[in-house]
Structure formats: structure tokens, C-alpha cells
């Protein structure tokens, strides 16, 4: 089975802290693709980083920076000096590799509140 | 706009009423998704097409839903019989090319269905 895990809720910070949000998946395929999406107020889907699981390195990208274990199967994302604007849901998505129809599998997101 | 738009971004109708939600895809994609998105959780996958064809329709809930998506082009997602059940934000998404996991996804702003 396919899953993603996103056991935090809710997240409130003040601006210019550091916060990170997690996700654990589970996949029985050993090709895979890992997603984040930033989902404002507005409620547009926004693509933040794909990572395949080939590629353990970490990313960075500005103040946001990734995480990936496949020890842990755990993909976190961390948003340092956090600025109001940051405030939204953030999904963690998995999508197998080859497979016929490449759907996202999401997790049920994080909300992120910062406070000035 | 290049982006990939969806109408109407908000739907109220009555309980066993049809409905017809759109989504126009970013030129040029051929694969196209719809995920349906229920209040405080993940999108969840519906409906896969890769052109003209319906590639993968396993995330449809039931036989009241279909989709098509005739010129391989403008997509219409189909509610028969609505139930309060239905209610969800509905959101559509567009990539480059077929078979590739990779390809990132571009979502639409989504259409709200209420369900009276």
C-alpha cells in the first residue's frame, strides 16, 4: 500500500522562527517520486520540490530546505526565518514510478499559521 | 494565462441535481487529472486521462460520476444525482507528457461543489 503520513495538524510560529514540517510515507516500490505543494488561502495547489528516491541529497532553496531519509522513509521540510506569507497548507505527495497513471498520493496536510 | 483554469470556482446546487464541472489544461499537456479535495484533507486522486482516453478512472467513487475529455483538450467532470456527500473542492491538474512520474503536476484554482 501507498501512503503518506502528515502527523502534524496544525503549526503556529512566530515570524522568524524556524519550523519544520514532516512526512513519513510508505511505498512497496523502490522508484518513486516525493512532492511538495503549498496550498494558500487562495487555494491553488502550488508545486514547491520534487525528489526521486534515487537522490538522497538535501535541497536547498532559498529559506526552504528538504530532508529525505530512506531509512526512515521521512521527506521534511524546513522553512527557516518564517515569514507571514509562508502561512498556508503544505501536502507531502508520492507518486511510484512507471506506474500507469502517476496520481499523487497526498498526505492530509499541515497547516502553518505565522504570526507576526 | 498560461495556467491550467477550471469554472465554475464555486457551484451550490440541490441535492439530485446534475452538475458539470470544467477544467481547461495548460496547452500542450496531455495528461490530465482531477482530484477531489473534502474539507481538512488531501486531494485524492479521481480521474487519469492521457489524451482523449480515460487511462486510469479507479478514483471515481461511483457510477454516478464520469468524465470525459473529447479533443484531448478541455475536460468536463460529471455529478449525476448530487448527494450532500459530494461536496468537495474539486481540483484539476495538468503535466507535460504521459508515462513520466517526474512531471511535475500544475493544478487549477479548483471548483467549490456545495451539495444542498
Known amino acids: 500500500a501507498q501512503k503518506v503520513t502528515q502527523a502534524q495538524t496544525e503549526i503556529s510560529v512566530v515570524e522568524k522562527e524556524d519550523v519544520t514540517l514532516d512526512c513519513v510515507y510508505e511505498?512497496?516500490?523502490?522508484?518513486?517520486?516525493l512532492f511538495w505543494y503549498k496550498q494558500p488561502p487562495s487555494g491553488e495547489l502550488v508545486f514547491l520540490i520534487r525528489r526521486n528516491s534515487f537522490d538522497e541529497q538535501n535541497e536547498i532553496s532559498g529559506r526552504y530546505s528538504w530532508n529525505f531519509q530512506k531509512s526512515t522513509s521521512s521527506f521534511n521540510f524546513t522553512i527557516t526565518a518564517s515569514q507571514v506569507v509562508d502561512s498556508a497548507v503544505y501536502f507531502c505527495a508520492l507518486v511510484n514510478y512507471g506506474g500507469a497513471t502517476n496520481k499523487l498520493i497526498f498526505g492530509t496536510g499541515t497547516l502553518l499559521a505565522v504570526q507576526p | 494565462g498560461a495556467g491550467v483554469s477550471q469554472t465554475p470556482s464555486n457551484k451550490v446546487t440541490e441535492k439530485g441535481k446534475y452538475v458539470e464541472l470544467r477544467c481547461d489544461p495548460i496547452s500542450g499537456h496531455t495528461a490530465l487529472y482531477w482530484y477531489r479535495q473534502s474539507l481538512g484533507q488531501g486531494p485524492e486522486f479521481l480521474i487519469y486521462?492521457?489524451?482523449?482516453?480515460?487511462?486510469?478512472d479507479s478514483g471515481l467513487p461511483n457510477d454516478r460520476f464520469f468524465a470525459v475529455r473529447p479533443e484531448g483538450s478541455v475536460s468536463t467532470l460529471k455529478i449525476q444525482r448530487t448527494e450532500r456527500g459530494d461536496s468537495a473542492v474539486y481540483l484539476c491538474?495538468?503535466?507535460?507528457?504521459?508515462?513520466?512520474?517526474?512531471?511535475?503536476?500544475?493544478f487549477g484554482p479548483g471548483t467549490r461543489l456545495t451539495v444542498l
Open positions: 486521462f492521457q489524451g482523449t482516453g480515460a487511462a486510469d
Open positions: 511505498t512497496r516500490d523502490t522508484t518513486y517520486y
Open positions: 491538474a495538468s503535466s507535460a507528457s504521459s508515462g513520466s512520474s517526474r512531471n511535475e503536476q500544475f
